[in-house]
């Protein structure tokens, strides 16, 4: 029993229990309406289109606010059309000041299922690619980005003024993998569709629908193939240093022959390994899953923290019962 | 002759089964107060903050009242048949009440309408559930946000007499005017229907699509007593009947889990 008390096998369970209330939530604790959720505002990619969805991400509302309230800056409305959007970021810096960018690596439902995809490719005895060479790494990163500015924002935005068409005011939903997923899994199959109506919705509800195929395929051999591109990092990222939650390093010489925090890192950040003197860690890219803690064969050097206090840190003994745990040979 | 007979007939099948229910009113005053009262209500076709209570002649008493989402209640004038909605600056769910009696018969006619405003912080829930006439039916729920009523789709609804569940009474579908019994409210007042696919002419450009109203009628009598209620909601065209195709979209995932095999043989053959 014991062998199971990891860091990993505790972040799965309060991912699967993440998942539950996120794509089930309305059923089982009354939260229907906007009105009835938690936040409206998470750091987590959880979907409004599924109507039993117990709290949605920021995403939604900062599209629609883009699409519908922004533009009228330009009628000097200043205050009235950016207050929905202050209020949204208000709601979302408190969460990250609460859970920083654990949200991704706890609390997403799709980071979570793409965490099961890889489990069963390894059941399945698919061969794994353990990370991404660093000339891959550098073109997908900017992705995100790319994705963030042109999807989450300035298309919206576009569209609210009316130099675009309205099928543009919220386009990340339209492609967003995790729409489709936490729809089906409540057994709505409505949002894995081809639009025909106009080429816009089109192209937009096919990229939709070939990521989500895409998504899974290479979450059998890739680990977090989505979160790579994923829209809420760069948002979270702009937040992160109010963070009480944070990834600190404190590395020694030991560091420069030693890569386990990089090659364990789901998200293959491979900056992890430069030497830092107790600094906050905490990359774009990082989900705070804790596995490069978990991992490092070293007294102290990376850390968990909460504010001040150490959360994990990692250390010889942990390293080399964890170690045996993953051959599968502790006892 | 023949006239008499036809009126004589119809009068005798539609003895007993009174309709009051509310219908938006299409015209220009409507129009202009609910631009002025700055409405803008999500889904509905055409914007007007006038309707009209179908059924109803001067011999009923009425009073008709707004709810707001904060559930404060805006009394409302009636003129002849007509009742015009009052501002409101919040947003989500708003009901329109209008109860009526007449002797031993009373009604009681409600429409949700959905706006635009600053937050109520309250749950439509708790719209929903609040006690507004005698014999009530209670939308359960109404449709959330990115959610309307739409052909082929199933929805729930509570038939509630004086704030308590009524077990098995009958529940009418009204549209385009032909009326059929669609359900039953079981033994928790629950009762589902599912909204038929009956447009015509559908357009692939989605907002050239008008809705279509459909009424919820039920009736009741107790002591001696009628009760009569109606609600009254819009559907639309189910975009999946036209121009979204989920066979496609079932197509086009597989195609891209196929790319993402041959992006893994790709990549096992350089590891």
Redesign the interface.
């Known amino acids: 029993m014991y062998k199971f008390l990891t860091l990993t096998n505790l972040r799965r369970v309060v991912q699967l229990f993440a998942f539950v209330f996120m794509v089930y939530g309305a059923l089982l604790f009354?939260t229907?309406?906007?009105?009835?959720k938690l936040t409206t505002n998470l750091p987590a990619l959880s979907c409004?289109?599924d109507?039993q969805s117990g709290d949605y991400c920021a995403l939604i509302p900062l599209q629609h606010q883009f699409h519908h309230r922004v533009g009228g800056i330009f009628d000097g409305d200043i205050i009235s059309s950016l207050m929905p959007t202050f209020l949204t970021l208000g709601g979302f810096i408190i969460l990250i000041i609460i859970l920083n960018k654990a949200f991704c690596g706890w609390m997403c439902p799709l980071g979570f299922f793409q965490e099961m995809i890889t489990i069963i490719g390894k059941k399945l005895k698919?061969?794994q690619?353990k990370s991404l060479d660093r000339e891959t790494l550098k073109k997908v990163r900017p992705i995100k980005w790319f994705i963030f500015a042109f999807l989450v924002l300035i298309f919206p935005f576009l569209a609210g003024l009316g130099f675009v068409g309205h099928e543009l005011g919220n386009p990340y939903c339209n492609i967003c993998p995790s729409r489709?997923l936490t729809t089906l899994a409540t057994g709505d199959?409505?949002q894995?569709?081809?639009?025909?109506?106009?080429m816009t919705l089109m192209i937009l509800?096919?990229i939709a629908?070939?990521?989500?195929?895409?998504?899974?395929?290479?979450a059998?051999?890739?680990r977090q193939p989505f979160c790579r591109i994923c829209p809420m990092l760069p948002l979270q990222s702009v937040f992160k240093k109010v963070g009480l939650l944070r990834l600190v390093k404190n590395g020694s010489d030991k560091c420069s022959s030693c890569s386990n925090c990089a090659k364990e890192c789901p998200m293959d950040i491979f900056e992890i390994t430069n030497i830092e003197s107790n600094k906050n860690i905490t990359y774009t890219d990082c989900t705070l899953c804790g596995r490069c803690v978990e991992f490092c064969p070293h007294d102290d050097i990376l850390k968990l923290k909460y504010g001040t206090f150490d959360i994990v840190s990692s250390s010889k003994e942990a390293f080399k019962k964890r170690n045996k745990i993953e051959k599968g040979i502790y006892k | 002759m023949k006239k008499i007979i036809l009126i004589s007939l119809l009068s005798l099948f539609t003895f007993g089964n009174e309709h009051f229910y509310l219908l938006p009113h299409d015209c220009e005053v409507g129009k202009k107060v609910a631009q002025n009262n700055n409405t803008h209500s999500h889904g509905s076709s055409e914007e007007t903050a006038m309707y009209q209570v179908v059924g109803l002649d001067g011999s009923w008493k009425t009073t008709s009242f707004y709810l707001l989402p904060t559930l404060e209640r805006q009394e409302l004038k009636m003129s002849a048949n007509l009742v015009t909605l009052s501002k409101s600056t919040y947003g989500n769910y708003h009901a329109l009440v209008v109860n009526g009696q007449k002797e031993n018969q009373f009604f009681t006619a409600i429409t949700y309408i959905d706006n635009h405003g600053k937050p109520s912080k309250i749950s439509p829930i708790k719209l929903t559930s609040f006690k507004k006439g005698l014999l009530e039916i209670e939308p359960n729920p109404l449709p959330r946000e990115h959610d309307r009523y739409t052909a082929l789709k199933t929805y729930d609804f509570i038939l509630k007499f004086q704030g308590l569940v009524l077990a098995n009474q009958e529940i009418k579908l009204l549209i385009d005017e032909v009326e059929e019994v669609i359900a039953r409210s079981d033994e928790n007042g629950q009762f589902s229907i599912t909204l038929p696919n009956n447009f015509q002419n559908v357009s692939d450009k989605r907002r050239e699509n008008r809705a279509k109203n459909f009424i919820l009628l039920s009736s009741f009598s107790k002591d001696n007593k009628e009760y009569f209620t109606s609600f009254y909601g819009e559907y639309h065209v189910n975009p999946t009947s036209y121009w979204q195709s989920i066979p496609l979209g079932f197509i086009i995932a597989l195609l891209g889990f196929l790319v993402g095999v041959f992006i893994y043989f790709k990549m096992v053959r350089h590891v």
């Open positions: 009354n229907f309406y906007s009105n009835d409004a289109y109507k698919i061969k690619i489709i199959i409505s894995l569709y081809v639009d025909k109506s106009n509800s096919l629908d070939f990521l989500f195929g895409l998504m899974i395929a290479m059998l051999f890739v």
